[in-house]
């Protein structure tokens, strides 16, 4: 049974890291660690995305194929197909254009399924005329990610839960931040 949560502030035994800045991003945290049980890892047979419905738009999920190690796209939600510019559902994470710095976004990826821990990035990105990611409109973009590793019945990762927020902004420059969220972090 799973409840929905938008906030750290309907549960406040459940504090959210405090590098997470997006509301999104803070309330997709705590509803999947009001799920993830004793050992860290969130069961794929719990998450129900209907618990979560407001933060669909901006939420992905991606099945992990073990054989070729490669994560493909299950459901994408209406932002996020936005910020890609593309309709990317049944396609692998590697053959979409997931914006800049991209090697380092798809390792975040690989290594939610490698640690089984929770993954979180940060990208700010100025506009520059011949940038490549055409969804940077005004000045820059700022985007956050949250990818959660979930478990099958054998207990290895089998699908990834991630989502994003992108915002338009200011940057001074181009950054890639990156933490691994240990599954100790409450």
Same mark, same amino acid.
Not at 55 to 67: F, G, K, S, T, Y
């Given at each position: ?17 405090? @590098? ?7 309330? @997709?945290?705590?509803?999947? =660690? ?12 719990? @998450? ?35 910020? @890609? ?38 990208? +700010? ?9 055409? =969804?940077?409109?005004? =000045? ?15 207990? +290895? ?25 240990? +599954?100790?972090?409450?």
């Amino acid at each position: 049974m799973t409840t929905a949560v938008t906030s750290e502030q309907e549960d406040p035994s459940i504090l959210s890291p405090a @590098f997470l800045h997006s509301e999104p991003v803070r309330a @997709f945290w705590v509803h999947m =660690k009001k799920l993830m049980r004793p050992r860290g890892v969130v069961e794929a047979a719990d @998450f129900d995305l209907m618990a979560i419905h407001r933060l669909a738009p901006n939420i992905m999920i991606c099945d992990v194929d073990v054989e070729s190690c490669r994560s493909r796209l299950r459901f994408v939600g209406t932002n996020v197909v936005e910020v @890609f510019g593309e309709e990317p559902t049944g396609r692998y994470l590697d053959e979409i254009n997931v914006g800049p710095y991209r090697s380092q976004q798809l390792a975040a990826f690989n290594l939610a399924v490698a640690s089984a821990m929770p993954q979180w990035t940060r990208v +700010n990105v100025v506009r520059q005329r011949e940038h490549p990611f055409d =969804k940077i409109k005004g =000045k820059g973009v700022s985007y956050e990610r949250l990818i959660v590793p979930m478990a099958g019945k054998a207990g +290895n990762i089998r699908q990834l839960a991630s989502i994003l927020d992108c915002a338009e902004g200011v940057a001074a420059s181009n950054e890639f931040e990156h933490y691994e969220i240990a +599954n100790t972090v409450i």
